[in-house]
């Protein structure tokens, strides 16, 4: 044999020999489907699209190694036990918003949104800068869940109602769906008020069932067609002036990876939490031009009166709530502090910018 086909004989068979003592499924072997359940309709848009588009992003920041079967609300567990099945390991991600798991702990609210509590841009920046992600961690690590903020509605309309509301009294005994803490607002100003899954709220508002619905924005109500089956578009949404949309994940999994998967998973839950805010801003004010100008929808302000008491009603619950339990008052404690900042700086910047922008100049 010549010593040139003895090497290329040589080689081709330690590819081979190295082909057959590497794992065969290595490309394989190291991936892992997860499966995340929703408190949305199925690709709804905004809110079930973003758990899509974030499940997408891990399968493609982790190279493939993780991949994300989005399950919708009702698809695997209902809407509201989201929470639950993450907690007890039967998925390993839930994307909802943590007001909904309140009945939990009262301080989850603080981690969503609370009546007159903080925007969009503020939460996040008490979440990153302000101390809020380690009270989070504190409180959902009770629950052996790992939370994050995965994307932002902004700030929410008030909602739409079958009659107009002119004076507090119009409020008293109006049947709406509103759930956390604003809807307890709601019951203080006489109304009664139901919790329903996004799902069941068209149907309910059509027979009658309720008088009137918050959900979330002229994107998403748009897409429910409420228009179709309601008078009167309301604003300002003072019960949540920018819910965040959380990703939870069950602590064991969590736990499971490694540092560089940790860093990747909270890289794709901070894009999409920008990302998501952004969406929702650009959408929703296209989505309200076609509400008025194609379906004639009717807006209306809240009248001065009613947001007064509203504006107070909600402190007194707020601050009941903070009292439900020590945990419940130290993130009631970070929170507010960090709101007190922040109304202070708006006032001089954001509010302010906004007020000059408004006025009647050429531009």
């Known amino acids: 044999m010549k010593r040139r086909d003895f090497l290329s004989g040589a080689a081709a068979a330690g590819a081979v020999a190295a082909a057959s003592s590497f794992p ?26 973003a758990a899509e588009r974030l499940g997408q992003r891990i399968a493609r920041m982790t190279g493939g190694r993780f991949t994300v079967k ?15 099945a993450v907690s007890s390991g039967t998925a390993e991600m839930y994307h909802g918003s943590e007001y909904y798991w309140q009945g939990k702990s009262k301080a989850f609210n603080f981690f969503s949104n609370v009546p007159f509590g903080l ?58 769906r509103m759930p956390g803490l604003g809807g307890e607002v709601m019951r203080r100003l006489g109304a009664a008020v139901v919790n329903l899954p996004g799902g069941e709220i068209f149907p309910a508002l059509q027979s009658g069932a309720i008088d009137a619905t918050e959900w979330v924005g002229p994107w998403n109500d748009l897409a429910f067609g409420f228009y179709k ?12 002036p920018g819910a965040t949309i959380s990703a939870g994940f069950n602590l064991d999994f969590w736990n499971s990876l490694s540092a560089e998967d940790k860093a990747i998973m909270e890289a794709a839950c901070g894009a999409e939490n920008d990302y998501g805010l952004a969406e929702f801003n650009a959408r929703n004010a296209d989505a309200l031009r076609t509400l008025v100008n194609d379906h004639k929808v009717q807006h209306r302000l809240f009248p001065d009166e009613a947001i007064r008491q509203i504006g107070k009603l909600s ?16 993130v009631y404690e970070s ?3 960090f709101r ?24």
Do not use: C
């Open 24 to 49: 065969r499924p290595a490309l394989a072997q190291g991936t892992r489907e997860l499966k995340m359940v929703t408190a949305w309709p199925k690709n709804f848009p905004g809110l079930g699209t």
């Open 70 to 84: 989005v399950f919708a609300a009702g698809e695997l567990v209902p809407a509201f036990e989201a929470f639950d």
């Open 119 to 176: 925007t969009g841009p503020e939460i996040n920046a008490w979440l990153y800068h302000g101390g809020g992600q380690a009270l989070w961690d504190e409180l959902a690590a009770g629950f052996k869940v790992k939370g994050f903020a995965a994307s932002n509605t902004g700030v929410q309309m008030g909602g739409w109602y079958n009659r107009e509301i002119n004076t507090l009294e119009d409020f008293k005994g109006l049947k709406i």
């Open 229 to 240: 089956v309601a008078k009167y578009y309301y604003s300002p949404g003072f019960h949540e």
């Open 315 to 330: 402190g007194d619950v707020v601050r009941e709530v903070a009292a439900a339990d020590p945990m419940t008052t130290k």
């Open 335 to 337: 929170f507010l502090a």
């Open 340 to 363: 007190k900042k922040m109304v202070e700086w708006g006032r001089l910047a954001d509010q302010a910018y906004f007020n000059a922008r408004a006025l009647p100049f050429e531009y």
